[in-house]
């Protein structure tokens, strides 16, 4: 009992210990191995795109700013997708060093707001620059048109208005070259050349007002923008864009930096506490092996003593049935000998009558008065020649016939009391042969079931009339089907087959035409029955001997005593079974059938 | 010559048979972008959009739909100069087309709002549009079991606001008028313009017109101040609140006056002009851009050339011309 909780005990500490190294590997395994690398590098990539398209976006800033392109689609388009894989990078789990988040957080915003500060000022840009590109682009043609008005003067007033014309010219370049380099001077100096114009305008003719303040708006408009072009270029350059792209780069590096760092220092511990494992599944694989070692020496030790030990069982298991058949034997023998005691008793009693019986008949016939008749005879022949005086008369011839006379009435009584004796004698002898008869049945009466073997029974019964089977040719075909050991009575079983086969062979004496043959058949049927048939091709039984012929005393032989078979039936019922007789008519075989229950001999001790 | 007629014939013909497209040049690279093609979005959504686009319910009293002011067969807006909201009153700013709207960079006249979601969130609780809230729109819809199919089988999560807006959206951004003859001309079909047109596209250039109206949208890309060479408010009078522009966002000084440029195509079929709707015709939009946003003195020939080219940006809608 102690032994058995001992054992459970240790079994779940086997059970804890398992499950316990299993999950500090799968920890260590987990921790190891959490696969950051790909959203880093998803990340790192996304926040690279941003970059390239940042940088796009100022390629595309500074084309518009020299009028490369009126297409201001592509000053759109990189914010579009920027704000596109911005969802994307927020949408991604980014793992994050939980003391590092709010940093992280923090540059984020840092970049939110830049990438706002930067949208607005490029909106901003695009509104002016416009406006600022398209009056640069028409200064040469509003000054055209004033050139044209002039060319339209006669050459006189021209000639007056030649100043103005160079005012004008000399406007239109500072304004051209402010666009170039902005400075405060050339500004001035534009103001200057605005007031001239202003001035101009009141001694030009009429025609001149439109396109000269169409100019001078124009110009107005590019010393107001051109400055906050250029302001907004370099309010866009300085908004930190990049530089938090940079800062959102660098914190993801070195959040991965420190997390492959971890991870390096699970990957060591995973490796040594594999190497760990590694060790202890050598060690047990060795005990492993010498346990296996260990019971396959005990298994054979074990097994040699199991055949010596069965050996040995089945040497004293026979040297048991041989006492036991011994036994047997000998208690057969005693109960023979007490039966025969008995018997010889019985007899013996019978006998006292049977000698008492003899010895008066002996006594009777000694003192017989038949001698009487010897005598009378002697005086006839003496008197031979003269027999009829003698009896006449001779006074002892005269007494002969009288003596005769009573002689034979002597002779009579004494006959009468010989077979008086004779027929007491008779009956004394056929109660010794009750008695015999009774004894016999009485020693049939016990049953002796024991092992047997069937076939080895038949041969047993065969070599008994051995002798006579040779002596009379007769072969023997058998036909025995496979038969276990079966529970049976021995000796009234070989006594039923002897004496079949000893009919069997007196049936076929008479036969000279065909070869004597004998079939011994053992078959069983269903599980329980056992049939033993003896067929013969003799003399065969008539159809009106058929109900005979089991009967006490039956007998066609001459020397037969009818006794055979009726004993044979007798044992066959004594065993539970039957024995039965067929025969297709005179000349054409018989065939007796034992059938008795079927006991294996395993199946009931 | 022959030689080189032939030998680009020859080209021409090798580009039909390798694409199969219609008789073609290469497109030309010019600051006006063709029209991109119409998306191909989930159909679920779309056609719940399309659904969702004719639903008065979306308004408090069940009287408007996105339909009832952005009508389609109209040029995607109505010919009115200012809508009229949920309570019979007018709005105070003239509706833009729903056509092309995707294309915009920003929504609604200032710009206010990134997205086609966020402006649909905005017109339905907007007080005097539809002026209902979006808790009683998703109740509402939520509670036609047509709508609850719907939806389910466009979203897992079945009817909320978002979705709303989303599906509404996805179908508006399927809303392009494709195949104007001005696209064909960008995508190489030099010959579908007549003389005409091309000069008006030519001085449309040279005015400067392309300054704020160009790329994809012709427009719809910048801000710009609605007066650079003179104060437009000032001349036309009784100032408004919607006048402020994105001033009305920023508070900015800067942003007073600034609009969202608008796109031009099929600027012939959405008149009246501006946000204040107050150019009636085509001729007075013209007018109005070159006094004040332009500073210039166009010939009448000039102006009648520049017309005859928008004439050209209307595209189609279902197949049919708008």
Known sequence: ?605 | MSNVVNHRFGLMFALCLGTGAPLSAAPLNEALKPLPPVPVLDPAKVELGRQLFNEPRLSVNNTLSCASCHQLTTGGADNKPFSIGFDGKPVQINTPSVFNASLNFKQFWNGRVDTLEAQVAQVVISPVEMGSDWNTVVHNLAALPAYQNAFKQAYPDGVTASNVQNALATYERTLLTPNSRFDQYLLGNTEILTTQEKYGYQRFKDYGCIACHQGVNIGGNMFQKFGVMGDYFEKRGNPLESDLGRYLLTQDEEDRHVFKVPSLRNVAVTAPYFHDASAKTLEEAVDVMFKYQLGRNPSQEDKDLIIEFLKTLTGEWAGKPL
């Open chain 1, 1 to 605: 009992m102690r032994r058995v909780s001992r054992r459970r005990t240790s079994q779940i500490l086997l059970g804890l210990m398992a499950l316990l190294l299993a999950s500090t590997l799968v920890f260590l395994y987990l921790k190891s191995s959490r696969d950051q690398t790909a959203t880093y590098t998803q990340s790192r990539d996304l926040i690279r795109q941003l970059q390239q398209l940042n940088a796009q976006w100022d390629s595309e800033v500074l084309k518009a700013r020299i009028a490369i392109t009126h297409n201001y689609d592509p000053l759109v388009t990189p914010l579009t997708d920027m704000t596109r894989l911005w969802s994307d990078l927020q949408g991604r789990d980014t793992y994050h060093n939980p003391a590092d988040l709010p940093g992280w957080q923090a540059s984020q915003a840092e970049y939110l707001t830049a990438i706002q500060e930067k949208a607005r000022l490029v909106d901003q840009f695009k509104s002016h620059n416009a406006v600022l590109r398209n009056s640069l682009a028409f200064l040469p043609t509003a000054e055209d048109d004033i050139q044209a008005q002039f060319n339209r003067i006669n050459d006189e007033g021209r000639l007056q208005l030649q100043g103005v014309a160079t005012d004008t010219y000399d406007l239109l370049l500072s304004s051209l070259e402010f666009a170039q380099v902005t400075s405060d001077d050339r500004a001035a100096d534009i103001l200057v050349g605005l007031g001239k114009l202003a001035i101009n305008k009141e001694s030009l003719p009429s025609e001149f007002q439109a396109p000269v303040d169409i100019l001078s708006n124009h110009i107005s408009l590019i010393l107001r923008e051109q400055p906050v072009v250029n302001s907004l270029l370099e309010r866009i350059a300085a908004v930190p864009v990049a530089a938090r792209l940079d800062d959102l780069t660098t914190h993801l590096n070195q959040d991965q930096q420190a997390a492959d760092l971890v991870d390096h220092q699970y990957h060591r511990y995973l490796l040594i506490f594999s190497t760990l494992l590694v060790v202890l599944l050598l060690y047990l694989a060795v005990r492993l092996l010498r346990s296996f070692a260990e019971i396959n020496r005990v298994n054979r030790a074990l097994q040699s003593a199991n055949e010596t030990l069965e050996q040995r069982v089945e040497r004293r298991t026979q040297q048991l049935k041989d006492a036991q058949s011994e036994l047997m034997d000998s208690a057969r023998q005693a109960g023979m000998a007490e039966i025969a005691t008995n018997v010889l008793h019985n007899v013996g009693n019978v006998l006292n009558s049977v000698n008492i019986s003899a010895d008066l008949v002996t006594r009777k016939l000694r003192s017989s008065k038949a001698l009487g008749l010897g005598k009378a005879m002697q005086l006839i022949n003496a008197h031979q020649g003269d027999l009829g005086t003698f009896l006449t008369e001779d006074e002892k011839g005269k007494l002969l016939p009288g003596y005769l006379n009573q002689l034979v009435e002597a002779i009579a009584v004494e006959q009468q009391g010989m077979s008086d004796e004779l027929t007491q004698l008779s009956k004394s002898v056929d109660h010794i042969k009750d008695i015999v008869s009774t004894q016999q049945s009485y020693a049939g009466a016990s049953k002796l079931l024991e092992p047997v073997n069937i076939s080895a029974l038949m041969d047993d019964a065969l070599r008994m009339n051995a002798g006579a089977l040779s002596r009379h040719h007769v072969t023997v075909l058998k036909a025995y089907a496979p038969v276990p050991e079966i529970l049976g009575d021995k000796h009234r079983l070989l006594l039923i087959m002897v004496n079949l086969i000893s009919n069997a062979k007196y049936a076929m004496s008479n036969l000279s035409e065909r070869p004597r043959q004998i079939t011994l058949t053992v078959e069983t049927e269903g599980d329980d029955t056992l049939k033993i048939s003896v067929k013969d091709d003799g003399e065969g039984i008539p159809a009106e001997n058929m109900t005979r012929i089991f009967t006490h005393g039956f007998t066609t032989r001459k020397e037969g005593h009818g006794f055979g078979l009726h004993s044979c039936a007798l044992a066959a019922v004594e065993m539970n079974g039957q024995l039965s007789a067929h025969s297709d008519g005179p000349g054409l075989g018989a065939v007796f059938t034992l059938t008795i229950p079927l006991t294996l001999a395993g199946s009931s001790s």
